[in-house]
């Protein structure tokens, strides 16, 4: 057995990764983090999760986390990871960070979005991991970062596509709805409930630091310059992403084109599921589950194609794709802990 421990357990995704982490056959969750909780009991924090863990909420210390764990999740705010990840990495551990801190390859990126970087050289190694796509370099590494949602909801829809070379690159628009546990467990006027509910509305339209993860990932697909229109929406749900893309055609294609390719590009992979025709994907099809479903439509008249896309924000867009990364990284069955069938309603 593996030993697994979350470095800021008591969030969104955190809590996200222990419901996941202790369902899973081929690894022993032997430490949580949290600054707010330490040496409160898990359960009294989740009570979802009574009698599934015993785990008490610890401080930070990395002297323990490593004498406990030997992959660490770090499920912390962007800024924190880059600070402990190479003590960790130093001390033989393989981290996973959902946060932004290791997603770019290109410190001075980063640091236009988010803020100052203290750890530039491990940018080097850390692999962008996006399962699907980069499946090979993530079994080598050490040190992942995990995409971001809104990127996996835009990116494995595109990348095949773009791939195919059926689409023109200057002309890619994508528009994409999330659930408000998107921004986080932490309290904001924005996600109150009074002002979510029953409301629908754009925020950082074009401006999303979201749009140059996606545009470092598609420059580097297409060996050019790549830049995408990206417009989020917050939408009056609790989970869930689902994003639509506009794209015009660089050349004549059918419907079964589009298909048969992503039938081959994905045919290897357990979590994409597929749509064909006139069904589409829906957020409530993959609400606790690691599937993102990909759907298309060909607008002829136009001379356009439309890729719709949908996947559990908390799961396949944070802490699923964290897990299948570990996998990956361990060489374990790529699905192991993540298969809990989803909910038909």
């Known amino acids: 057995m593996t030993r697994v421990g979350v470095i800021g357990a ?49 401080d930070m210390i990395v002297d323990r986390i490593c004498d406990k764990a030997d992959v660490v999740f770090t499920a912390l705010p962007h800024k924190l990871p880059m600070t402990i990840a190479p003590d960790l990495l130093h001390r033989g551990k393989k981290v996973i960070d959902l946060s932004a ?39 080598n590494a050490d040190l992942i970062g995990v995409p971001g949602c809104y990127p996996t909801s835009v990116l494995l829809p595109l990348i095949p596509v773009l791939r195919s070379k059926f689409v023109d690159m200057d002309t890619l628009i994508a528009d994409s709805k999330s ?3 998107g921004a986080g467990r932490s309290l904001s006027l924005t996600t109150h409930f009074c002002e979510a509910n029953e409301s629908f509305k754009a925020y950082k339209v074009a401006t999303h630091r979201h749009n140059p993860e996606m545009e470092m990932v598609l420059s580097r697909e297409t060996g050019v310059p790549t830049t995408l ?33 992503f039938l081959s590009f994905y045919s290897e992979c357990p979590f994409i599921r597929l749509f064909n025709g006139n069904k589409f994907p829906d957020t409530l099809y993959v609400r606790g589950t690691n599937y993102c479903d990909i759907g298309f439509k060909l607008d002829e008249r136009n001379h356009r194609l439309i890729l719709i896309s949908a996947i559990d924000n908390l799961v396949k867009g944070a802490a699923g794709q964290a897990v299948q990364n570990m996998n990956i990284m361990l060489g374990l069955d790529e699905t192991a802990g993540l298969l809990g069938v989803p909910f038909p309603i």
């Open 179 to 181: 659930g408000v546990s």
């Open 101 to 139: 801190d290791f997603r770019f390859t290109d410190a001075a990126v980063y640091e236009s979005f988010y803020d100052g970087h203290k750890a530039k050289d491990l940018l080097k190694t850390s692999v962008y991991g996006l399962c699907e796509i980069y499946f090979e370099q993530i079994r």
């Open 229 to 261: 229109t990206f417009v989020p929406h917050l939408a009056p749900m609790t989970r869930g992403i689902l994003t639509t893309i506009y794209a015009g055609l660089s050349q004549r294609i059918s419907l079964d084109d589009v298909y048969d390719c």
């Open 10 to 58: 008591t969030g969104y995704a955190g809590a996200e990764l222990v419901r996941l982490l202790c369902g899973h056959p081929d690894i022993e969750l032997t430490i949580l983090t949290s600054r707010q909780y330490a040496g409160v009991a898990y359960d009294a924090i989740y009570p979802s999760m009574k009698n599934v863990t015993r785990l008490v909420c610890e």
